[in-house]
Each structure stands twice: as structure tokens, then as C-alpha cells.
């Protein structure tokens, strides 16, 4: 799928690719090595631009630091997403990205620049995850954590037909349906940022390598652009999440303070009761289906009750850093993570996977514990 278009006497050639094809690889080799462009866009940004040329990235990645900092979701759903085109890759031989890898290589051969024309995407991660409610983002982990059991039947046509636009504009549409936060931040937006930087880039002729679903977008506002400004800031939370963020601790607290000081010992004891069993058992239970460690499992456990009504700190950083400690990630760890994140099997048994998910399933398992916890205190009243 090739686009076209000329603006203020630069020529623009937009490619839209499949990032599983071997179609798109070598029509993006062919396009270059012809029009040896004075620039080449590819949807990439920095980080991922380093993951390409360093294929040992993964071996600098500070785990610990990564719960600490409150990142393992983010990374979690990036391998998540990574496994499922790993997975269709390998079915049709194709590395994901492997176009982008030769857009660069070729650019690099011609004297081409390259320009980096994706937002970051730790960025694009967090505007994301902000937009969604907490029953949107388990909804979403969900579905992203369900790809790892599909065994993904697809053939070379049908990746092919992606690049027509129909099969991907549906897909999109479904989503937006579901979860449309994430469809603006995915997609609409960094059609709006890509759109600015292909406009960037100098020279009189450019080739940008995009994928397939972005091209419509672009295109629209390359015609139309506009301030980007806005796409690289990640909003604060809302008023109504800083009030539930601290409101529902304190209500919480003052449910059982009234408890005590309003009611007799045994309805308040039968309160903290409930509240410690409601959290820890369902972070504990978080825990051991990640695959964590016994004494992770009780840290689970002791924590989430505590934790769930201090706003600053999440039971599953606490569950993922003993994790950690007990359990250091190896070499071997390392070197086995592109492969491991294909199944779930190699998720559990990866130090590093089973870290993230330690954290993951052990917030939601207090999350979810919170919500039963408020009614069985309350129905004490």
C-alpha cells in the first residue's frame, strides 16, 4: 500500500505496511533503493529505535527499578503485545518490525536521514492507561493476557489484505467501540504526531514507512496540521480519581474508627476482620498464580489489607520487590525472554516475567479486594 501526495514542493511517499509481512519488506527496499529519498521516516521511536540496533537491550533492563518506579504494567502489557506479533511472525517467518529494520538498513545505505517519527512510547502507554477506567483496564489486560493461549491462524494473504485497510479499519472500530480511549491515544493521535514529524524532516523527497492503519490518518493531517504539543504530556489524574484515590481509604478508616468508638469491640474486630481477609486473600491468591515464591504469597497477603488504604504504595510493588529479592533474575533469564513471553508456561517460569506478574496479579487481587471489602465492613453498620 503505497500513498502519494505533494505538499509546499516537497514530495511525500508514504508506505504502509504490515509489520509481519514479507510483501512489505520488500516493497519498502525496493521504494528506497529507487527514490533514494532524502530522508526516511519509520514509525519507531528512540527506545525502540535502541531495541533494534541493540538486540541485547534486555540484559540492562534494572528489574527492581521497574517495580519501584511503578512501570510493570506498562512493561508488561508491551511484552504481552510483543509475544502475540511474535507468535504470528513466527508462523509466517517474519520478524515483527522486520520492515522498519530494513527501511533503516537501507536508508543507512543510501545516505538517507532517518527521522524517528513515533511518539515515545512509554508515553503513548501512560496517556493510554490514563484514559481507562479500572474496569476498562482489567478489561484490557484481559484481552491482551487471553492473546498468549491463541495459537494465531493466519495466513500471508490474509496479513496481506491488512494492508488494504478494510480488515484493520473494522478491527479498530471494534476496539474504539469497547475501549475508545484506547483507540484515540493508539491510533488517533499518533496519526496527528507522525503526520508533524514526516512534515519535519528535510529535503525535498521523503519516505515514510508506516503501518497500514496510520496512512488515512496521516495523510489527513499532513493536509491539516496542527499543534502536537499537547501529545507528549501525560495528563495528572482527574479530580474524581484524586478524590477516590484518598477517599475511599478514609471512608474506610472512618467505617472502622465508628466501628470502635460508635459500636461495641467485636463488631469493630469482625470489621478488621473482614477487611484483612477480603484484601489479603485475594492478593495472596494473585500471587501464587503468577508463580510466586511461598513467602511472596504471604507478603501478599500481609501487605494488600495495609497497602489498599495507603494511596502512595500498591501490594503488588511490595509482593513483586520480595519476589525480587528471593528470586534474582539470571542470565539465563535474560536471554530467554523473547522466547519465554510466547506462552504462558514461559511466562510463569521466566524470573523476570513471573516478577511483573507477581506485581500485576497481586494489585489487582487487592483492587478487586477492596471493592468486596467496602460492602461485607459496611453491611456491619
Not at 510493570?72 to 529494520?101: C, R, T, W, Y
Not at 489489607?305 to 535474560?334: Q, Y
Request: aromatic share 6%; charged share 25%; with cysteine.
Amino acid at each position: 500500500m503505497k500513498k502519494e501526495i505533494t505538499l509546499d514542493g516537497k514530495n511525500y511517499i508514504l508506505i504502509g505496511t504490515a509489520h509481519i509481512s514479507k510483501e512489505s519488506i520488500e516493497e519498502v527496499s525496493e521504494v528506497i533503493r529507487d527514490i533514494r529519498p532524502d530522508a526516511v521516516c519509520v514509525e519507531l521511536c528512540a527506545s525502540r529505535y535502541e531495541s533494534i540496533r541493540n538486540a541485547d537491550h534486555w540484559k540492562s533492563m534494572d528489574i527492581v527499578k521497574v517495580v519501584r518506579e511503578g512501570k510493570a504494567p506498562m512493561l508488561m502489557m508491551n511484552l504481552i503485545l510483543s509475544a502475540f506479533q511474535k507468535k504470528m511472525g513466527d508462523k509466517l517467518g517474519v520478524k515483527p518490525g522486520a520492515e522498519m529494520v530494513k527501511a533503516i538498513q537501507i536508508a543507512e545505505e543510501t545516505g538517507s536521514e532517518i527521522v524517528l517519527a513515533d511518539r515515545d512510547i512509554t508515553i503513548t502507554f501512560k496517556r493510554a492507561w490514563g484514559n481507562l477506567s479500572f474496569w476498562e483496564k482489567i478489561k484490557l489486560f484481559g484481552q491482551i493476557f487471553a492473546s498468549i493461549f491463541e495459537a494465531p491462524d493466519i495466513s500471508e494473504e490474509e496479513v496481506e489484505s491488512l494492508k488494504e485497510g478494510d480488515m484493520l479499519t473494522e478491527a479498530i472500530d471494534m476496539m474504539a467501540k469497547e475501549l475508545p480511549g484506547i483507540k484515540t491515544v493508539l491510533i488517533d493521535e499518533r496519526d496527528r504526531f507522525q503526520a508533524d514529524k514526516i512534515l519535519e524532516a528535510k529535503g525535498e523527497t521523503i519516505v515514510a514507512v508506516v503501518g497500514a492503519g496510520h496512512i488515512p490518518g496521516i495523510v489527513q493531517h499532513m493536509e491539516k496540521p496542527g499543534d502536537i504539543s499537547e501529545l507528549e504530556i501525560i495528563p495528572p489524574p482527574g479530580k474524581t480519581g484524586k478524590v477516590l484515590k484518598w477517599g475511599i481509604p478514609l471512608g474506610i478508616l472512618a467505617v472502622i474508627a465508628y466501628g470502635f468508638f460508635g459500636m461495641n469491640t467485636d463488631v469493630s474486630l469482625e470489621m478488621l476482620k473482614r477487611w484483612v481477609l477480603a484484601n489479603g486473600i485475594l492478593s495472596a491468591l494473585g500471587a501464587m498464580l503468577a508463580g510466586g515464591h511461598i513467602l511472596t504469597v504471604l507478603v501478599a497477603f500481609i501487605a494488600a489489607p495495609i497497602t489498599s488504604l495507603n494511596p502512595t504504595i500498591a501490594a503488588g510493588w511490595v509482593s513483586g520487590l520480595t519476589e525480587a529479592w528471593i528470586r534474582k533474575p539470571t542470565v539465563e533469564d535474560f536471554e530467554n525472554l523473547s522466547t519465554d513471553i510466547t506462552s504462558i508456561r514461559g511466562f510463569r517460569k521466566n524470573e523476570i516475567t513471573r516478577i511483573l506478574l507477581v506485581v500485576v496479579l497481586s494489585n489487582v487481587g487487592s483492587s478487586v479486594g477492596t471493592f468486596i471489602g467496602i460492602p461485607l465492613i459496611t453491611s456491619l453498620l
